[in-house]
């Protein structure tokens, strides 16, 4: 059974660095052609992806936010970590963590966290 | 980045029609979409993967088809579970994007 689970602050204030932890069982990250992506949606808006991390260690970000986001793993933990820089309440969010396996070419978030919300305000 | 323009974004339903959104790319993403169900509070489930595939355990009164910018998702004899909103996502190119969402609405 695959889970994955968000944690993090649930208030930031404006510039404040924001760091999130997906800590997941039941998958590895070192198995070929998995990935863990972040994905996050402001309250009564659509979803928005940011990033990924792979089992080869490669990383993708979104390029709105590249220069703010930073993806690392600890695969001894199963966690994969997400920082973002300079918060601004357009950030406010739920942010979820998911898992991304490929059959084939075909690549899709299969199984997600429940998300975690954070909000930014001084 | 590849927009996705999903129509329509809200639709009024009942018990038992049958639905049917869109899905159009902005560039030709071949068969390179998923399709996700979300109901409030809750985490995006998939339901179709490929434009066309059905997800292990979904039911198979939902199904996808389309390839190239033109994709469309249905929804046949829709239960009142199936009330939620519903997003397209590319995946061919970086940075993967999502449609704006169709929320069903009884």
């Known amino acids: 059974q695959i889970t994955l689970k968000e944690s993090g602050p649930t208030l930031v204030k404006p510039t404040q660095t924001l760091t999130l932890t997906c800590t997941f069982s039941?998958?590895?990250?070192?198995?070929?052609?998995?990935?863990v992506g972040w994905i996050r949606q402001p309250p009564g808006k659509a979803l928005e992806w940011l990033a990924n991390?792979?089992?080869?260690?490669?990383?993708r970000y979104s390029p709105s936010l590249k220069s703010r986001l930073t993806i690392t793993r600890d695969t001894s933990k199963n966690q994969v970590v997400l920082t973002m820089t300079n918060m601004d309440p357009v950030d406010t969010a739920t942010y979820f963590c998911?898992?991304?396996?490929?059959?084939?070419?075909?690549?899709?978030?299969?199984?997600w966290g429940q998300g975690t919300l954070v909000s930014v305000s001084s | 980045d590849i927009q996705m323009t999903q129509s329509p974004s809200s639709l009024s339903t009942s018990v038992g029609d049958t639905v049917t959104i869109t899905c159009q790319a902005s560039q030709d993403i071949t068969k390179y979409l998923n399709w996700y169900q979300q109901k409030p509070g809750k985490a995006p489930k998939l339901l179709i993967y490929a434009a066309s595939n059905l997800q292990t355990g979904v039911p198979s009164r939902f199904s996808g088809t389309g390839s190239g910018t033109h994709f469309t998702f249905s929804i046949s004899s829709l239960q009142p579970e199936d009330i939620a909103t519903y997003y397209c996502?590319?995946?061919?190119?970086?940075?993967?994007?999502f449609g704006q969402g169709t929320k069903l609405e009884i």
């Open positions: 996502q590319q995946y061919n190119d970086f940075p993967y994007t």
């Open positions: 039941g998958f590895s990250l070192t198995t070929g052609g998995v990935a």
């Open positions: 991390i792979y089992w080869d260690d490669d990383k």
């Open positions: 998911a898992h991304r396996p490929c059959r084939g070419d075909n690549c899709y978030f299969e199984h």
